[in-house]
């Protein structure tokens, strides 16, 4: 028999250096009681910052989730390469710091090459599935793979040096872009080499550092209602009528006609939503019954309440 989930929902937690994200979805299991919970986009276990865990049927929402716009901070280090492109792997390669290098100097570099849409080549450890396996797991077999480039946009990328060879940085970018990968091209470009030091991601869409929970107090009482913070275009408000059709599986005549994107169908509407779905920012609401996703005329419901 399946689990029964007693709640569903959206937990942003703010995961330390060192664990995994499973070690952090594996904690909050034992702490809620419940199976049903993944994440929204992996954090290696060197970095830190935050992450966004989806609970009972908000699991269900998790490629929503994943592609929120992220910002992170931290440092790279140049001058030497790791076989990870970060501090935790095994140094391959030293190349001196040409003395020319100033804060001026990388800053134009990004704006010339690491700047808007970008093509970009994750890393020989990375989880991209390659010949039908995870690059890491070819990596550590000893196997050179070649991964194929992808298209990530890399909205801002600030920097300051501090010498002899860090550089600090903060970026915001789309979802799918590594920033270990980041700093091993932007050595290159420097005339150098270089790897990932530190890591810290600030926010992934709504979701900020400064309103994550720590790992320990993670609690049923800081759960969000599933589908906060996503785009949506607007809520529907339902009557006692609309709940009693929609238990039955009959919600589509509650949509728009021309309808696109993601709705939330709700009971307690927020207070600045209007009926016409209008300019509706939609990242207060409560308690969602369902929550639909359109596209091309195709109905689907992504999230349904355990109340339903």
């Not at 994107?261 to 369902?290: F, I, M, Q, R």
């Amino acid at each position: 028999m399946a689990e029964q989930t007693l709640y569903s929902g959206v937990l942003p937690v703010y995961k330390p250096a060192g664990p995994t994200s499973h070690d952090v979805v594996h904690q909050a299991r034992k702490m809620l009681g419940t199976k049903r919970i993944g994440h929204a986009g992996t954090l290696d276990p060197f970095a830190e910052g935050v992450l966004v865990l989806l609970i009972g049927e908000a699991t269900r929402l998790q490629q929503f989730y994943m592609h929120h716009q992220k910002m992170y901070s931290g440092e790279i280090t140049l001058g030497s390469g790791t076989d990870t492109d970060d501090r935790t792997g095994r140094v391959i390669i030293r190349l001196p710091v040409p003395d020319t290098i100033t804060s001026q100097c990388i800053q134009n570099t990004i704006h010339n090459a690491l700047s808007g849409q970008i093509l970009q080549t994750p890393p020989q450890y990375s989880a991209v599935h390659v010949l039908g396996k995870r690059a890491y797991a070819l990596a550590r077999s000893g196997e050179h793979i070649s991964i194929p480039e992808r298209i990530v946009h890399i909205f801002s990328f600030t920097v300051s040096f501090q010498e002899p060879d860090t550089v600090l940085f903060k970026v915001t970018c789309s979802a799918g872009t590594y920033i270990r990968s980041l700093a091993r091209d932007l050595g290159k470009l420097l005339g150098t080499c270089a790897h990932l030091k530190s890591l810290v991601r600030d926010s992934t869409g709504v979701f900020t550092s400064d309103t994550a929970v720590r790992p320990d107090a993670i609690s049923e009482k800081e759960i969000l209602p599933a589908g906060f913070g996503l785009t949506l275009v607007g809520e529907i408000p339902l009557t006692q009528e609309d709940t009693v059709m929609i238990k039955k599986g009959v919600y589509q005549h509650l949509l728009p006609k021309e309808a696109e994107g993601l709705y939330a169908l709700v009971t307690h509407p927020s207070p600045d939503c209007n009926s016409e779905l209008t300019a509706c920012p939609c990242n207060n609401y409560k308690n969602p019954l369902l929550i639909v996703h359109v596209h091309d005329g195709k109905k689907k419901i992504v999230f349904r309440s355990d109340t339903l």
